[in-house]
């Protein structure tokens, strides 16, 4: 994806000073519109666009508050390497290590080593309170399964007790470790959207777009707190199968099929992900009208999908449609309740996009704007198709689930699915449209990325 020869080249900071100042409008707007949960204290969210639960400033003296900028120290070396193009495995796996440490780091800064990687699953609505259920006939009693369910437990498919079930038969009998298990799947899901993004776009492109995903703020403030990390690499699961499929893998059709319908099982959110699929399949619809190997391939994810669902409905007695109606009444009478649903209009795109860091939030609302004024242009548009369809691929799915009201504004590790498609697109528009190259993440946009999550964790309780 060469740049375009019109690429508009300005100046980082002016990106970061309109995003920030476009960030405190809307939190502004949702303080005097009732933007309120039930939080701790009354002034949270109201300074600050994201629903963290509580806004509680606490001065790290100790060495914690160094933990997560020591550990992008040391990722920086292979960071530089890996967006100029060093293609030995090592440099990628030395990167996707040292984002992991950062991702550690956060969490061990605010909360200690114990204490900050279990914190999560401390809280009584989570996951983990409803494993104990988990046995036969699990699958065809649920959701009433002998007791009452924890609040997400009872808010979700079953997938994500499953994993957890899994994880605890494969040995980790505590909450600390299962958790450490769980956040594994954040920085896994780097290798198939670096994988996804290479069929998609080109390999500079693909580089950015790794480096984009496993630096955002959402990301290195959440992966060690939120079980949806492990949906978030079902979704690039299936993106990466999607893109083998467009070229006529046919295992990459089945993968893609499969892994979508594991994170249906996970968060009824990802229904929403097929938006993204079907704009990606119509950009490359020229390509796909001439060669029937790629029509089969692509059949086969369906295919997969609804064989997934068979299996559990004919094998285990699930009954999927009996879930979704029972976790979307179930969803609409929790706490969510209690905000209004205009407040999403305002603050899913404020959360979503202020949580992923100013630098890419700059870099995405700009590519969101620029796809809109290349769809006006008729002429442009022909040749910026596979950008704009990137674009467009990304943005519909929390478009869709903000028009819907659901959720309504804490949307920080929910919409944690939606970032590896966001991060490609924004790398596709900086590549392309926006003259960026690799100095400017590794100088610019990775550093301040993570000293925004350094700085999340010193002033808000990152419950999630």
């Known amino acids: 994806m060469p740049p375009d020869p019109s690429a508009v080249r300005r100046a980082p900071v002016v990106e970061v000073v309109l995003a920030a100042a476009a960030l405190i409008f809307f939190a502004w707007l949702g303080a005097i519109t009732g933007w309120k949960g039930a939080p701790k204290t009354a002034i949270s969210t109201a300074v600050w666009p994201f629903y963290f639960d509580t806004w509680f400033p606490q001065a790290v003296w100790t060495w914690r508050a160094l933990a997560p900028a020591a550990a992008f120290a040391l990722a920086w070396w292979p960071l530089r390497q890996f967006a100029a193009g060093d293609r030995r495995p090592w440099i990628f796996a030395a990167l996707v290590a040292g984002a992991y440490a950062v991702h550690l780091g956060c969490g061990i800064e605010r909360h200690g080593v114990e204490r900050g990687l279990s914190f999560t699953f401390s809280r009584g609505q989570e996951y983990w309170n ?96 939120a079980m949806d990390s492990v949906t978030m690499l079902l979704a690039a699961l299936a993106l990466y199968g999607l893109a083998r499929a467009l070229d006529g893998d046919a295992l990459g059709g089945a993968l893609w099929g499969l892994a979508l319908a594991a994170a249906t099982l996970c968060t009824l959110t990802a229904f929403t992900l097929g938006l993204t699929y079907a704009v990606v399949i119509a950009a490359r619809w020229s390509e796909l009208r001439a060669d029937r190997r790629r029509w089969l391939a692509l059949a086969l994810g369906p295919a997969a999908f609804l064989g997934f669902y068979g299996v559990l409905a004919l094998g285990f007695g699930y009954r999927p449609f009996h879930v979704f ?140």
């Open 130 to 225: 409803d494993v104990h259920w988990v046995g036969a006939g699990f699958l065809a009693r649920f959701p009433e399964v002998g007791g009452r369910l924890s609040q997400h437990g009872a808010t979700h498919p079953p997938g994500l007790v499953l994993v957890l079930a899994a994880i605890v038969a494969l040995g980790a009998k505590s909450r600390v470790a299962a958790e450490l298990a769980c956040s594994f799947a954040c920085v896994l899901a780097a290798l198939p959207l670096y994988g996804a993004a290479r069929r998609l776009t080109d390999e500079t492109t693909a580089r950015f777009a790794t480096i984009l995903f496993l630096f955002a703020c959402s990301v290195t403030a959440f992966a060690v707190l």
């Open 325 to 464: 109606d029972f976790c979307w009444r179930a969803f609409a009478a929790s706490d969510d309740a209690r905000r209004s649903p205009a407040i999403a209009l305002v603050g899913n795109p404020v959360a979503f996009l202020g949580s992923l860091g100013l630098p890419l939030t700059a870099l995405c609302a700009r590519s969101i704007a620029g796809a809109a004024r290349r769809l006006a242009r008729r002429t442009e548009f022909s040749t910026a198709m596979a950008t704009v369809a990137l674009v467009l691929a990304a943005a519909l799915p929390p478009a869709v689930c903000t028009l819907m009201g659901k959720p309504r504004a804490e949307v920080e590790r929910i919409y944690l699915l939606f970032v590896p498609p966001m991060a490609l697109a924004a790398a596709a528009c900086a590549r392309r449209w926006y003259a960026r190259d690799e100095r400017w993440l590794t100088w610019f946009a990775a550093p301040l990325l993570v000293a925004q999550s350094i700085l999340v964790e010193i002033f808000f309780e990152t419950m999630w």
